[in-house]
């Protein structure tokens, strides 16, 4: 496994709130992260995304310090430099179930979705289908609900807050999750659905 960085929410002029994805999983790599404390600090400054091709710090030499690396790079927003190096994880490993994989498809589709980019949900779906165990699902399923909500696809926002479990968010993030819900069924014509989110976000019981 590998460690997972804090994920933020996108930063979208259309959404009110904002929140965070919630984190579904935690790989550590002990070792690696040893070598990464002595080696990565130094370098990290250095790096840059046309970088990455030509020359590689040593710390490179572990067979998963490539996906560890885009994680930082993610965790720092830098969203393109981060899917540039986990399409890389992606190519280098054949087999299509392979955990460090499975993690570059969900960390690179979530740039697509950080970057405004058109496939963003497709490739949020393509995840979903090709993974259907995995335990990003949920992480997924909250994204292409704020996705659509940011596009104000209102009928594609309700259709995917149906498969958002709100008991299993965090406090801003299931604030957040009503709210939008709420916004969404006012603007789909269903007053009473949206009076019954949007009080749950005033009274603070969500």
Not at 19 to 29: E, I, K, L, N
Not at 67 to 95: C, M, N, P, W
Not at 98 to 109: K, T
Request: charged share 25%; proline share 6%; glycine share 4%.
């Amino acid at each position: 496994g590998v460690p997972v960085p804090r994920v933020h929410t996108s930063a979208c002029k259309s959404q009110p709130l904002h929140g965070q994805v919630p984190r579904t999983c935690a790989f550590t790599f002990e070792t690696l992260i040893m070598i990464m404390q002595r080696s990565v600090l130094s370098a990290i400054g250095l790096v840059l995304a046309a970088v990455l091709c030509a020359q590689r710090p040593a710390h490179f030499e572990h067979r998963n310090a490539d996906l560890v690396h885009a994680l930082e790079l993610f965790d720092k927003a830098k969203y393109g430099a981060a899917q540039t190096e986990l399409e890389r994880v992606t190519a280098r490993i054949s087999a299509p179930h392979d955990g460090p994989r499975v993690e570059s498809e969900f960390w690179s589709a979530l740039c697509a979705v950080r970057l405004f980019h058109n496939d963003a949900p497709l490739r949020m779906l393509g995840f979903i289908e090709a993974h259907p165990e995995s335990q990003h699902v949920p992480a997924v399923r909250l994204e292409l609900f704020r996705h659509y909500f940011a596009q104000k696809r209102w009928e594609d926002c309700l259709a995917w807050g149906t498969k958002v479990e709100p008991l299993s968010l965090e406090g801003k993030d299931q604030e957040e999750y009503y709210f939008k819900r709420g916004y969404a069924n006012f603007m789909e014509d269903k007053p009473d659905a949206a009076m019954n989110d949007f009080t749950r976000v005033k009274d603070g019981s969500a």
